[in-house]
């Protein structure tokens, strides 16, 4: 070992480098294209990659042209889910509306001549001159300001023409004015007029498509899920027997030690009524995820309409007071079994 060692060279030349810079020398010579190719394989494996250039896409831009001109907001139009919303106040006063909101009521209220808007936050519910829709993207306060989609737009403003672009993220509104249609214009709703309109709503929800197959069995749920301080209540549904059975009628989040109810299921008449309320006063009473289930089968082809005629709903609050409602009219359709 003391004899090799004196054989080699001392320094930076003994070391494994210098051996293998003199094997790349001499194969340099030999083959400089494989030298290369060596080198930048070898440097692709082991250097670190350098770190790739991040840049945020911008906040998507959605402007609104009614008539032909763009409206100003101090609270911008945006993508909710890929859906575009709007500040409710700005569009319905250049249409002509009186937008008040109530404060202590929570909800929202248009009035333009011979219509009454309204609406509450997070409720895809709402009512125009007394009719309740449904809106696929319910209102949601932003910055103080109430935004709303482009179907609650179509619907409840007399708009002759909607078109959103989406690739320009614009929405472009024509609006039928009535004074240059030359008609007459009803009168503005007064205090009066609006209070008839003010109710909660009630919510009709039925099987996918509104449609069963003949023989086969569903839900049909009656909720008021955004109505506070219902202390007792009472549904009542006329059917037509021929169409449909029902099995039970029920509240699965009915609570045997605080409440107490009575249902009564006549498929001979088609009729079915449930009645539920609390046991001792409460001061708060939370909204109530269910009315009533009511389970069915459909027996034969036809139409089963739940509208004010055939489904009536009673609210009462811890004064035994009535609570005004509106109804979500629906139809469910029977079809033949495939």
């Known amino acids: 070992m003391e004899k090799y060692r004196q ?41 670190p990659a350098a770190p790739a250039r991040i840049w945020a896409a911008p906040p998507p831009l959605v402007a609104v042209h009614l008539n032909g001109a763009a409206l100003q907001f101090d609270v911008q139009p945006r993508l909710q ?30 009035r333009a001549p011979g219509c009454v808007v309204i609406l509450y936050p997070e409720n895809p519910l709402y009512s125009v001159n007394g009719v309740v829709y449904r809106t696929a993207n319910p209102p949601c306060i932003e910055r103080g300001r109430l935004m709303v989609g482009m179907d609650f ?15 320009k993220g614009i929405l472009y509104l024509e609006y039928r004015d009535s004074r240059e249609e030359g008609r007459e214009l009803p009168h503005l709703p007064d205090e009066a007029d609006k209070k008839k309109y003010y109710a909660h709503f009630v919510e009709v929800l039925l099987p996918p498509g509104n449609r069963v197959q003949v023989g086969e069995s569903f839900e049909i749920v009656i909720a ?6 219902i202390y007792a209540y009472e549904v009542r549904f006329f059917f037509n027997q021929d169409v449909i059975k029902i099995k039970d009628i029920k509240n699965p989040s009915y609570k045997l030690q605080e409440e107490f109810y009575m249902k009564r299921i006549n498929n001979r008449e088609g009729m079915v009524e449930y009645t539920q309320t609390s046991l001792g006063y ?15 089968i459909a027996f034969r082809e036809g139409a089963v309409p739940f509208l004010t005629g055939t489904l009536t709903i009673k609210l009462l609050d811890n004064t035994a007071s009535p609570i005004p409602v509106l109804l979500e009219e629906k139809t469910l359709y029977t079809s033949p079994a495939r």
């Open 7 to 47: 054989v080699m060279p001392k320094g930076d030349s003994a070391s494994p480098v210098f051996c293998g810079s003199a094997f790349c020398t001499m194969m340099l010579r030999k083959n400089p294209g494989k030298i290369i190719f060596i080198f930048f394989l070898l440097a692709a494996l082991f250097l």
């Open 81 to 110: 889910r890929g859906n575009p919303v709007f500040p409710l106040r700005k569009i319905f006063e250049e249409l002509g509306y009186v937008v008040t909101w109530e404060a202590e009521a929570k909800r929202a209220v248009l």
């Open 153 to 167: 737009l179509q619907e409840s403003a007399e708009i002759k023409e909607l078109v959103w672009n989406e690739q």
């Open 224 to 229: 008021a899920p955004f109505v506070k301080g």
């Open 282 to 296: 409460l001061e708060e009473l939370p909204p109530r995820r269910h009315l009533v289930v009511i389970e069915a």
